[in-house]
């Protein structure tokens, strides 16, 4: 599967612009993309997860609308009841349900809950030929794979283009209060007025006023919550991965990242010619290799999450925030995986 087959548009630049349209970064990646272990694309969320279900569907069935109501790990088969009755057994139960998981108190009872940061989310799409229509707005399509944002002391619009470049993503992010009480925006599919943004972002500048001005009067928007470290993401047969065992904000763009390199792990971690015997101690050892990668990247994203004014620190410089992508991705998951069963193996 390769993001070439679903728009994926590589990255070329990045460009940091203040509320007032002033450029204060531009780093182009061509001097150090050779380091990377793989190449940094842009896509659109929909076609990737489009193309994940379509290879899914090759090997599985996919059963949608269903609503967990029991989760039971005891014994060697864990096994989840549905609302319908149905109950599905399997050797290996693996808990990628999300941000607001259903199974995450079964396999860490206890778990804190996840919690609002106070900012929320407006996300749109507009065509990059629609933006080559104004003046003030041509130069941000004018080169190809430039990923943008405008940013002041508590809020911020980035953009990048996806789906070969045809389309720009927009995401608007604006302190929770001033969006309506009654708005049920921890939802992914919630209404947002355009009324809001507008308002939000008046004083920036005459290019991003535009943008605005060219989304839908209907938005998505959604709530930003984080969460405290569980105490294990494991027991027995089954495990939490994704936003279930670690809950992103997407002020990195990491958090899908970082559920895929759980899979790549678990699946690195139980080769064929496993046996139901060998789950509990891989999927510890998916655990303990996992762990500091992701409280590395997760810390970070917290730290280019905070406002200008942030009273708990500054936010890092764009500069910084390009060192930590170009650590992110210079990691191997599958080799660094690979290397904690072979170091098992070998001490057997």
Request: charged fraction near 20%.
């Amino acid at each position: 599967m390769h993001v070439n087959n679903f728009g994926g548009t590589l990255l070329h630049e990045i460009h940091r612009y203040g509320f007032d349209g002033e450029l204060t970064y531009k780093r182009e990646f061509a001097d150090t993309r050779h380091h990377w272990q793989a190449e940094w694309y842009l896509v659109h969320r929909v076609e990737l997860h489009n193309q994940l279900k379509k290879r899914a569907l090759e090997t599985a069935t996919l059963h949608t609308r269903c609503r967990i109501t029991q989760v039971n790990l005891e014994g060697t088969c864990p096994s989840v009841t549905l609302d319908d009755g149905r109950t599905f057994r399997a050797d290996l139960l693996l808990g990628a349900d999300g941000l607001h998981s259903q199974i995450r108190q079964s396999i860490a009872p206890g778990s804190p809950s996840p919690y609002p940061v106070g900012k929320s989310c407006f996300r749109w799409l507009l065509p990059t030929d629609q933006l080559r229509q104004h003046t003030s707005t041509v130069g941000f399509v004018r080169n190809t794979g430039v990923f943008i944002e405008w940013a002041s002391d508590d809020r911020r619009l980035v953009a990048y283009p996806c789906s070969d470049g045809k389309i720009l993503n927009l995401c608007a992010f604006v302190p929770s209060s001033e969006i309506q009480a009654d708005n049920q925006s921890d939802c992914w599919q919630a209404a947002g007025d355009k009324t809001t943004i507008v308002k939000a972002f008046s004083k920036f500048s005459p290019g991003v006023q535009q943008v605005i001005a060219s989304a839908d009067k209907d938005l998505k928007v959604w709530d930003l919550y984080d969460m405290e470290s569980l105490p294990t993401w494991t027991r027995g047969r089954a495990a939490l991965l994704g936003d279930a065992a670690h809950p992103f904000q997407p002020y990195m763009g990491q958090g899908a990242a970082m559920a895929i390199e759980d899979a790549v792990s678990i699946a690195t971690l139980l080769p064929c010619g496993s046996t139901p015997h060998d789950i509990p101690m891989r999927l510890e050892m998916y655990q303990t290799g996992r762990r500091p990668r992701v409280d590395l990247v997760l810390h970070y994203t917290r730290m280019n999450g905070r406002d200008g004014n942030d009273a708990a620190g500054d936010r890092m410089s764009a500069a910084e925030m390009v060192k930590i992508m170009n650590i992110c991705f210079s990691h191997n998951e599958i080799e660094h995986s690979k290397n904690l069963l072979d170091g098992t193996s070998a001490g057997q």
